[in-house]
């Protein structure tokens, strides 16, 4: 029998295939669908309507978070708060759980819609609880601060005295329309406790600017899309240089890494191998998009260990790529002249525009001794 899949799941599927795919897994898994030669729509839609056929509200929680579904605006979240009364869409009307219901087929059948209009009308109107106003950023570091007062000119200057950036923002004020960000993996972590165990939910994203500049970030949340939040900040903090080269004669611009370098993490090592041009990038699909991203255009890879392992293994292909400029080659072994770090270039500027903020102590009232 021939399952039929709404439009609105082919469509979420071909806009997000490996968030589907994994989703489809994870429902047959957990839910024992039966055997996996389900498509992933189609699987991730039966695992979807056994969930809302069931009394399993951890995982209408969960794949709400997944598919970051906007919050209501405000004439429908009264509507949503009238169903949830008792009203229809309610817990006693024919709503889903009292939310108003899905889009499209997901809220509706033998049940209902409810009073609410859904929460998933797509993300042309905005992601999860709307898109938040651009506020004005106020830089909380000195490096901040001479960013933002463009006395530093490009990102090579802060690499170029090794001083660590504690704000994203400055990623932002560089290469912020040039960045591009992909989530790699999102995998369900559990801790053993008393009450049980408690799930959290890691994701690994991958970030770069596509000529010179890539990043990793790892983050582990309660929520999905506070992972996928916080991990791509962590990877903006994380971005590296990438020195390319050539594999041979020095014609046209560098496409490769400059010579070989290896990388590692646990059990897995990558190393990554200069090719001629027009070889394209010979590895795996996960150092594949890292070495994209950081703007390398053909590279040949080894790789031993656990490779299954995703997250290691993208670790280890981005601890080799860092390393490119640790080697000292010899066309920089020529005579620097050493010139003042900003620190010290602009202490007069930094002094100049340092404001304090006064924080009020409250001070703990004395206990008598006797």
């Known amino acids: 029998m021939r399952r039929v899949v709404p439009r609105e799941v082919r469509e979420w599927e071909a806009a997000r295939p490996g968030l589907c795919i994994y989703l489809s897994f994870y429902l047959q898994g957990t839910l024992a669908l039966g055997p996996p030669h389900l498509s992933p729509s ?7 309507s056994l969930l809302l056929g069931g009394a ?21 979240q009264m509507a949503d708060d009238a169903g949830a009364a008792g009203g229809p869409g309610g817990p006693g009307g024919p709503g889903i759980g009292g939310r108003g219901g899905f889009r499209g087929g997901f809220g509706s059948g033998v049940r209902g819609r409810g009073r609410g209009r859904g929460r998933g009308r797509g993300r042309g109107r905005g992601a999860r609880g ?21 006395k530093i000119k490009s990102l090579e200057e802060i690499y ?16 912020g329309a040039s960045l591009k960000d992909e989530v790699l993996k999102i995998m369900p972590v559990q801790k053993q406790t008393r009450a049980g165990q408690r799930t959290r939910f890691k994701a690994f994203v991958a970030i770069g600017d596509y000529n010179g500049h890539v990043g990793l970030g790892v ?8 992972a996928i939040r916080g991990a791509i900040i962590l990877a903006k903090l994380s971005i590296v240089p990438v020195r390319r080269g050539y594999w041979g004669n020095k014609i046209g611009k560098p496409h ?12 897995v090592l990558v190393r990554l191998i200069p090719a001629p041009r027009g070889t394209g990038i010979v590895s795996a699909p996960v150092p594949k998009k890292l070495l994209m991203m950081a703007g390398i255009d053909d590279c040949y890879t080894s790789a031993r260990g656990c490779t299954a ?22 066309d920089l072994w020529k005579e620097t002249v050493f010139t003042k770090s900003p620190y010290q270039e602009f202490t007069d500027h930094l002094v100049k525009t340092h404001t304090r903020v006064s924080v009020q102590r409250t001070q703990a009232p004395a206990v008598a001794t006797t």
Request: charged share 25%; with cysteine.
């Open 219 to 226: 983050k582990c949340s309660k929520e999905v899309a506070t």
């Open 130 to 150: 709307g898109k938040a106003e651009d506020k004005e950023w106020l830089p909380v570091t000195k490096l901040g601060r001479l960013v933002k007062d463009m």
């Open 160 to 175: 170029l005295f090794s001083l660590p950036i504690k704000e994203s923002e400055i990623i932002d004020f560089f290469l």
């Open 256 to 267: 490769t890494v400059p010579c070989k370098v290896t990388g590692r993490c646990g059990s």
């Open 42 to 48: 189609a699987a991730f839609w039966a695992g979807l």
């Open 309 to 330: 392992t995703l997250g290691n293994f993208a670790k280890a292909t981005f601890d080799a790529i860092s390393k490119t400029y640790s080697y000292l080659t010899p």
């Open 56 to 76: 399993q509200e951890q995982g209408i929680v969960f794949l709400q978070e997944v598919l970051e579904l906007r919050q209501l605006p405000a004439d429908e």
